[in-house]
């Protein structure tokens, strides 16, 4: 399992955000209040992160996701920033990561989802 490149910014100083992720479902009825059930207690945590960086962080960072991690196929380990603890995350295949410039700086926005 490929592992976060140290060489990249740390994400509390750019941008950071997690919600836990949807542990259950909900079914409306034709008549009466909606139902509602859990269906898992390890449910990932949804996240989205921002990255200011270097031109040399920018290039290591679409190395990572594009070869390391299979364009968001692969899950990796990483410290969370939040927890201070080694964990997998994976990128979200069906969304991209974003990228804009700001002279001198890149900013690369994306979201991922810690793994239970």
């Known amino acids: 399992m490929p592992a976060w490149p140290e060489t990249l910014p ?3 100083a750019a941008g950071y955000e997690r919600a836990p992720g949807p542990s ?3 079914f409306q009825p034709d008549r009466g209040p909606a139902k509602q059930r859990l269906t898992t207690r390890a449910a990932p945590w949804q996240l989205s992160f921002q990255l200011k960086c270097t ?4 290039d290591a960072f679409w190395e990572f996701w594009r070869d ?7 899950s990796f380990t990483m410290t969370d920033p939040v927890e201070e ?3 997998s995350f994976s990128f979200l295949i ?3 990561p974003r990228e804009s410039f700001a002279k001198p700086y890149y900013m690369i926005s994306f979201p991922m989802e810690r793994l239970p």
């Open 10 to 12: 740390n994400f509390l």
């Open 24 to 26: 259950g479902e909900r």
């Open 55 to 58: 031109k040399a962080q920018r």
């Open 68 to 74: 390391d991690c299979k364009r968001g196929a692969l």
């Open 85 to 87: 603890d080694e964990a």
């Open 94 to 96: 069906d969304q991209a």
